[in-house]
C-alpha cells in the first residue's frame, strides 16, 4: 500500500514531492514524505495485524487549500481515512508554512 501512496504523490499533485529528502530544495512549494515504522498488533503470541506509519511534510509559500485539497484527496484515497493533520507552523527561517500529515497503512 505504500507504493500506491508513494506513486500518487510523485505523479498527481501539482507540486514537486520527494521520498525522505531533496537534494537541492525547489524554490517554491514542496513536499517530503517517508514511512516512519511499522505497527504490529500482537495476540495470541503472534503478530495479528500489521500497519505502516509515516508521515508528509508540505512546505508552501503562505495558506495554501488548493495543495492541502490535492494532499488529502490522496490521503482519503489511499490510506481510508487513516490520516491526520499533525501539526502547522511558520519555519522562521524559510517563511514557508510547514504543514505536517500523518498516515497509517495496512502494511
Not at 20 to 27: F, G
Request: hydrophobic share 40%; net charge negative.
Amino acid at each position: 500500500m505504500y507504493e500506491d501512496l508513494k506513486a500518487a504523490l510523485l505523479t498527481a499533485t501539482t507540486i514537486p514531492m520527494a521520498e525522505y529528502e531533496w537534494a537541492t530544495k525547489p524554490a517554491g512549494n514542496y513536499g517530503v514524505f517517508q514511512t516512519d515504522f511499522n505497527l504490529y498488533d500482537n495476540g495470541d503470541d503472534f503478530h495479528q495485524d500489521t500497519a505502516t506509519e509515516g508521515s508528509i511534510d508540505l512546505y508552501t509559500k503562505g495558506n495554501a487549500p488548493a495543495v492541502w485539497a490535492e494532499i488529502e484527496s490522496i490521503l482519503n484515497r489511499v490510506c481510508e481515512g487513516a490520516w491526520e493533520m499533525n501539526m502547522q507552523t511558520l519555519d522562521s527561517a524559510s517563511r514557508m508554512l510547514h504543514r505536517e500529515y500523518v498516515f497509517q497503512l495496512e502494511a
